[in-house]
């Protein structure tokens, strides 16, 4: 499952005003590497269509946190603390590497594997760093 299969997360951030002008809509995909974010500004009145999709990519070492938040045990959104806030600047919505993703009814379930799949990728992450302050410290 984790290398053959990726969890994609279909997911929204709603508009922070009254007329929806940041309304970002994407999927997350946590892929065997990396995490990519495909995302765009949903079109409304004032910008006419939808923006163009734009991709993110980073590894999983840059994901500091994620939290699966349910309500009426059902998971409704995730919350991703992302490590360099710069690589997620760009999404209206984001505050400091913050991002609170509000989950597509059809992803709730690849959405549970989540929370997992990232704690073991982080723990494979952390333990190759230690690795090679360990071999850095033999050599010299």
């Known amino acids: 499952m984790l290398d053959s299969d990726p969890i994609s997360i279909q997911?929204?951030?709603?508009?922070?005003?009254?007329?929806?002008?940041?309304?970002?809509?994407?999927?997350?995909?946590?892929?065997?590497?990396?995490?990519?974010?495909?995302?765009?500004?949903?079109?409304?009145?004032?910008?006419?269509?939808?923006?163009?999709?734009?991709?993110?990519?980073?590894?999983?070492?840059q994901i500091e946190h994620v939290e699966l938040r349910k309500k009426w045990w059902k998971i409704r959104d995730i919350i991703l603390r992302i490590a360099?806030?710069?690589?997620?600047?760009?999404?209206?919505?984001?505050?400091?590497?913050?991002?609170?993703?509000?989950?597509?009814?059809?992803?709730?379930?690849?959405?549970e594997k989540l929370e997992s799949l990232i704690d073991f990728k982080r723990s494979i992450f952390i333990l190759d760093e230690q690795t090679k302050r360990l071999d850095r410290l033999k050599e010299s």
Request: hydrophobic residues 40%; negative net charge; aromatic residues 6%.
């Open 11 to 61: 997911f929204e951030i709603p508009a922070t005003d009254h007329l929806g002008r940041d309304h970002v809509e994407g999927k997350v995909r946590f892929m065997a590497d990396e995490v990519e974010i495909d995302w765009r500004v949903r079109g409304n009145v004032f910008r006419g269509g939808n923006a163009e999709v734009e991709t993110i990519s980073m590894p999983y070492s």
């Open 84 to 111: 360099d806030p710069s690589l997620v600047a760009k999404i209206p919505g984001v505050n400091m590497g913050k991002m609170v993703l509000q989950i597509d009814k059809r992803s709730r379930e690849e959405a």
